[in-house]
């Protein structure tokens, strides 16, 4: 029974909170304003020296310091298509007019092709 008090005290104060809250919300939104000058001429540009030049290079996943990881490589073992399917699954290519596909030894043994 104390706990049916309890529950129903509980959404009554919850009910007034977010009534009063809501009226607090909506006289904030009414009495402020914000604006934004943004001035974009160019007597505020810098002048970009013609020796500064160069790349940007992001390192991700520490591919810079640490060289490509195996598990960042797509398709690593090579195993997309099949004997009379051509692999070209991205980002690899065949370079040239020969291509030899090995299937005694799968880079993972136990994982089923379809093909």
Known sequence: MASKQVYSCA???ALLFS???NGLAKELESTH???LDVD???KLAR???E???G???EEINHAGAGGVWAELVSNRGFEAGGPHTPSNIDPWSIIG???TTTTTKPFYPKQVGVG
């Open 33 to 35: 304003t914000a604006r």
């Open 40 to 42: 974009a001429s160019w």
């Open 55 to 57: 790349l940007f290079f």
């Open 11 to 13: 959404i009554i104060i």
């Open 47 to 49: 002048k970009i020296p």
């Open 51 to 53: 020796t500064l030049f």
């Open 97 to 99: 007019d020969a291509t």
């Open 19 to 21: 009534v009063s809250w």
